[in-house]
């Protein structure tokens, strides 16, 4: 049989001071998160000024110790379609943004966007980095395909202007990233317009949310629109295709 000593239960002062350490743990954790999250509507009701007189200075980590403090931002998607009539007429749609519905309440109210905003700014972002590594002479047969030209097309032409296998590269890069994007906004066209629509056209708009500590809770900057398609033809999409984007299109509600 051990001879130890038991050790005597811990007395009712050193237990009310664990409990005070971890609720002061779990309040500075809570407060430090809350201050980084985007604007939201729990941080609006603590109120700012409240947050700021207990993070800064103590807590408060800049982001000016590494680099000037960056701007929120995302791309929007805004897309038009070429309707035709029964008679044959056609007439050019209004443009309609397409992830405004995603991007209003979950950019500026969610510290977590939904999944859909972040695949469509990805490609978009992705689409504009590529565009911008295209040499001068790529980049003027993408501003001159005329109406009609599909991405394949454009794709050949991008690859007969390049005068290296960099160039080309960029160029079949730019034209996968093209051939997701006409994919993604003709399910959109089609599920918004329906079998009217045999054309789109598209526009890429960069918009910058200043950081909520600097502007507490300003309107959001455009910064303008980067990037402009030609009108060219849908895409192909099958039955699944087709039902899966109308279920998107009547979820936001963009019509």
């Given at each position: 049989m051990s001879t130890?000593?038991?050790?005597?239960?811990p007395t009712r002062a050193a237990r009310a001071a664990v409990w005070f350490a971890l609720a002061l743990v779990v309040f500075h954790s809570a407060a430090i998160a809350l201050w980084v999250s985007p604007n939201n509507l729990l941080k609006d009701r603590v109120g700012y000024d409240r947050l700021r007189s207990y993070?800064?200075?103590l807590f408060d980590q800049a982001w000016s110790v590494f680099a000037p403090e960056a701007d929120n931002g995302y791309h929007l998607?805004?897309?038009r379609g070429t309707l035709r009539s029964a008679d044959g007429t056609e007439t050019q749609s209004s443009?309609?943004?397409?992830?405004?519905?995603?991007?209003?309440p979950q950019l500026r109210?969610?510290?977590f966007p939904a999944r859909t905003l972040l695949?469509?700014?990805r490609l978009a972002s992705d689409q504009l980095r590529i565009f911008t590594s295209l040499s001068e002479k790529?980049?003027?047969v993408v501003h001159v395909s005329g109406v009609g030209v599909t991405t394949a097309l454009q794709g050949e032409r991008l690859i007969a202007a390049a005068i290296n296998g960099a160039e080309r590269e960029n160029a079949r890069a730019y034209t996968r990233t093209e051939l997701a994007v006409e994919g993604f906004l003709s399910g959109i066209a089609r599920a918004v317009w329906g079998a009217e629509v045999v054309a789109v056209q598209y526009r890429q708009n960069e918009v910058f949310v200043p950081t909520y500590q600097r502007s507490h809770g300003s309107e959001q900057v455009t910064s303008g629109y980067q990037f402009v398609s030609n009108v060219r033809p849908l895409a192909h999409l099958d039955d699944a295709d087709r039902s899966a984007f109308g279920r998107y299109v009547d979820t936001w509600d963009i019509r």
């Open positions: 130890a000593p038991l050790t005597p239960p993070v800064v200075p998607f805004e897309i443009w309609i943004k397409v992830t405004a519905r995603e991007v209003g109210y969610h510290p695949i469509t700014d790529q980049k003027e």
